[in-house]
């Protein structure tokens, strides 16, 4: 069964994708491949601790 719903304290981040400037949110904590819905770029790749963020942070978000 799927549904493994948590609530964290996680906050959503504004980041903008160092090859086409587009601007997007992307969760935290994200642990799957963030990909720029403008150029495709992956901005974050998972790894075993942390997500490895390529794009700028413009802001965050609460
Ligand atoms: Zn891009």
Known sequence: ????????????LKIKCPKC???QVMFGKATTIVK??????????????????KAKVIEVLK
């Open 1 to 12: 069964m799927k549904g493994d719903i948590r609530i964290t304290k996680s906050k959503f």
């Open 21 to 23: 400037n587009f601007e």
């Open 36 to 53: 720029c819905l403008g150029c495709g770029n992956s901005l974050s790749k998972p790894s075993a601790s942390k997500s490895k963020l």
